[in-house]
């Protein structure tokens, strides 16, 4: 499956009016942010995050062609802008492919979810129907230079399909510590119990501070 321009965070990208059946309500819940927007790079990181295998980085991103397997897993973030790590995502069936670009700009006129700018674009692309289940497997995390241990940042998403688009609920979550800087969990929680019942592609933008009220 090839996807450059019709990409789509992976946390709770098919949430879409009409993508996702059985979904909370989408209701946006943002919050006025609580930390300074400025985030430096946290001098704890050595090393840049390792590249995605088949992973074709430009100027602007770093794309990658994966496969969700029916298990669950984790899905690998291309590398890009000291960026990169692996998001677990719950089990599902069936099995589909997904194309997940990853970017510190918005090269493609993306919309603004959250206030400031974020550090991260996640896009996302899949393939066709599937339903995920309640089995999110341990580990996987978003890591970076860019992420500052302990501070605390909000992932915004908004879903397409069928031509309507649809602001996902924003979750927070705290940072840790890894190899590469901050490390950043728990989003693909959100897929928990949903179902997509055809190809649809998605945004998610990673915002410095506190601006909503739902914990990832």
């Known amino acids: 499956m ?29 919050l006025p942010v609580t930390s300074s927007t400025e985030q430096p790079a946290t001098p704890e990181a050595k090393t840049s995050p390792p590249s995605c295998k088949g992973q074709q980085t430009t100027k602007q991103y770093a794309t990658v062609e994966e496969q969700l397997q029916a298990a669950g897993g984790r899905a690998c973030v291309p590398a890009f802008g000291g960026f990169g790590g692996k998001i677990a995502y719950p089990n599902l069936n069936p099995s589909i492919d997904v194309t997940i670009t990853s970017s510190t700009t918005n090269y493609n006129n993306m919309p603004n979810l959250g206030s400031g700018t974020p550090i991260l674009y996640i896009q996302l692309s899949i393939s066709g129907a599937t339903s995920f289940g309640q089995t999110l497997p341990a580990g996987g995390a978003l890591v970076g230079a860019g992420i500052v241990p302990k501070q605390i940042y909000t992932a915004f998403g908004q879903a397409s399909a069928f031509g309507f688009k649809q602001n996902l609920t924003p979750c927070y979550s705290r940072a840790g510590k890894s190899t590469y800087g901050g490390k950043l969990g728990g989003f693909g929680k959100l897929l928990e119990g949903q179902s997509a019942p055809s190809a649809a592609t998605a945004v998610v933008e990673i915002y410095p501070g506190k601006q909503a009220s739902l914990k990832c």
């Open 2 to 30: 090839r996807s450059t321009h019709r990409l789509a965070l992976l946390v709770s990208a098919w949430c879409a009016v009409g993508v996702l059946a059985g979904c909370a309500p989408q209701t946006q819940s943002s």
